[in-house]
């Protein structure tokens, strides 16, 4: 038979039906960007802004060594966008830290990946836009590279479908607050240094994610619980950390609130017995 598991037409015509999708989803964020461009009141506005599909970035990223960002691909906000951002910048004069939205297109991608919710972060349920810098600006039109703290903060899948924008209104950042997920980190005997370095590859924070840092070989995962704007301290979802003066402070870790939870609820168990 010519349609055989083996035979090479077989293979063709499972290699289309893997194709064909992608090839159908990549003409959809083509023909959104054109219109953007065509529509956009100014040169400016029209580079400031992409459909992306996105991937994850890997290794193969990591900048060579002496470059800041580098072994800080996964533990940093740094996404790989493509060449019309660095245009941009260019364009609109924007200030450092240049920093990009990163929005779910909903109604367009996926359904979010579900994960069980969080009673110790729960504003990481339903989080909708994050805000991070560039690695590079390297990558293909329509497609964006994020670390996977972030893909995992929107609720995102390889080849899932976001909205990437130039941003240039985020406040300055004046406090953060922190839940470590193991107490282990605070036990690190110069924890806050090592806060204030592993804090330099990140040029904004948003309220809700959980951001990664490496020390000594062991990667530690914190969560966003307060963040604060200058110069009034007001409450904010996003907020600039590069070049501000930020004071960060560590809550209770998560290990520690669990072990709590489940003394109070033995308690209550026993009580009833």
Same mark, same amino acid.
């Given at each position: !038979?010519? $349609?055989?598991?083996? !035979?090479?037409?077989?293979?063709?015509?499972?290699?289309?039906?893997?194709? *064909?999708?992608?090839?159908?989803?990549?003409? &959809?964020?083509?023909?959104? *960007?054109?219109?953007?461009? &065509?529509?956009?009141?100014?040169?400016?506005?029209?580079?400031?802004?992409?459909?992306?599909i996105v991937l994850p970035l890997d290794?193969?990223?990591?900048?060579?060594?002496?470059?800041?960002?580098?072994?800080?691909?996964?533990?940093?906000?740094?996404?790989? $966008?493509?060449?019309?951002?660095?245009?941009?910048?260019?364009?609109?004069?924007?200030?450092?830290?240049?920093?990009?939205?990163?929005?779910?297109?909903?109604?367009?991608?996926?359904?979010?990946?579900?994960?069980?919710?969080?009673?110790?972060?729960?504003?990481?349920?339903?989080?909708?836009?994050v805000v991070g810098g560039a690695l590079?600006?390297?990558?293909?039109?329509?497609?964006?590279?994020?670390?996977?703290?972030?893909?995992?903060?929107?609720?995102?899948?390889?080849?899932?479908?976001?909205?990437?924008? +130039?941003?240039?209104?985020?406040?300055?950042?004046?406090a953060v607050k922190l839940r470590p997920?193991?107490? !282990?980190?605070? *036990?690190?005997? *110069?924890?806050?240094?090592?806060?204030?370095?592993?804090?330099?590859?990140?040029?904004? +924070?948003? $309220?809700?994610?959980?951001?990664?840092?490496?020390?000594?070989?062991?990667?530690?995962?914190?969560?966003?619980?307060?963040?604060?704007?200058?110069?009034?301290?007001?409450?904010?979802?996003?907020?600039?950390?590069?070049?501000?003066?930020? &004071?960060?402070?560590?809550?209770?870790?998560?290990?520690?609130?669990?072990?709590?939870?489940?003394?109070?609820?033995?308690?209550?168990? !026993?009580?009833?017995?």
């Amino acid at each position: !038979s010519l $349609l055989t598991s083996s !035979s090479p037409l077989s293979f063709l015509l499972t290699k289309w039906s893997q194709a *064909n999708p992608l090839a159908l989803l990549e003409q &959809a964020v083509e023909d959104h *960007n054109a219109e953007h461009v &065509a529509t956009s009141p100014s040169l400016a506005d029209s580079l400031s802004y992409r459909r992306c599909i996105v991937l994850p970035l890997d290794d193969r990223f990591d900048p060579p060594v002496g470059v800041f960002s580098h072994n800080h691909v996964q533990t940093g906000d740094k996404m790989s $966008l493509s060449r019309n951002f660095w245009e941009a910048i260019a364009k609109s004069k924007a200030e450092v830290p240049w920093l990009f939205e990163v929005t779910r297109a909903e109604g367009v991608t996926s359904p979010r990946v579900q994960v069980p919710l969080d009673e110790f972060h729960p504003t990481s349920k339903n989080l909708s836009r994050v805000v991070g810098g560039a690695l590079d600006f390297r990558c293909p039109e329509n497609y964006a590279f994020l670390p996977h703290w972030m893909m995992k903060a929107l609720g995102l899948r390889p080849r899932d479908v976001v909205d990437v924008r +130039l941003v240039t209104t985020t406040p300055p950042g004046s406090a953060v607050k922190l839940r470590p997920h193991s107490n !282990s980190f605070l *036990n690190i005997h *110069n924890h806050q240094a090592v806060l204030e370095t592993e804090l330099k590859h990140y040029s904004a +924070l948003t $309220l809700g994610t959980t951001i990664p840092f490496d020390y000594r070989g062991e990667r530690f995962f914190f969560d966003v619980v307060d963040l604060r704007s200058a110069p009034r301290g007001e409450r904010v979802g996003t907020a600039k950390v590069q070049d501000c003066d930020i &004071a960060a402070e560590f809550v209770r870790a998560k290990d520690e609130m669990e072990k709590m939870k489940k003394e109070r609820d033995r308690k209550r168990r !026993s009580a009833k017995s």
